[in-house]
């Protein structure tokens, strides 16, 4: 299973972004799926996840801010991002808790993909 993330660039403070996250390779099904973030010196943190029935959760700091969502039939999870913060900068990595054609379960994460927010 590999995924597959885009979608990250510069925007300026208020502006919006929407990331996109393809899981792609044998799989049999995907549970939750989420974004996480890594700002540079810190840890990287829960943005937000989202059940495969749609259950969705939120880091308190991106709440009413972000949305994320899914497409099942395309394997795809999404991040709308809006009112963007200086503070939001970091790398975006999305994760993807699924089980392969074999039936193995694994945690799977994408490259990362850059998100800056400056004037």
């Known amino acids: 299973v590999q995924l597959q993330a885009s979608g990250g660039g510069l925007v300026q403070p208020g502006g919006s972004l929407r990331l996109s996250c393809a899981a792609t390779?044998?799989?049999?099904?995907?549970?939750?799926m989420g974004w996480y973030r890594q700002a540079p010196g810190k840890q990287r943190d829960l943005v937000a996840t989202?059940?495969?029935?749609?259950?969705?959760n939120y880091a308190d700091s991106v709440k009413g801010r972000f949305t994320i969502s899914r497409d099942n039939a395309k394997n795809t999870v999404y991040l709308q991002m809006s009112n963007l913060k200086p503070e939001d900068t970091a790398v975006y990595y999305c994760?993807?808790?699924?089980?392969?054609?074999?039936?193995?379960?694994?945690?799977?994460w994408g490259q990362g993909t850059q998100v800056t927010v400056s004037s």
């Open positions: 994760n993807a808790d699924a089980f392969d054609s074999s039936w193995r379960r694994g945690e799977y």
């Open positions: 390779g044998s799989i049999f099904m995907i549970n939750n």
């Open positions: 989202i059940t495969s029935g749609g259950s969705r």
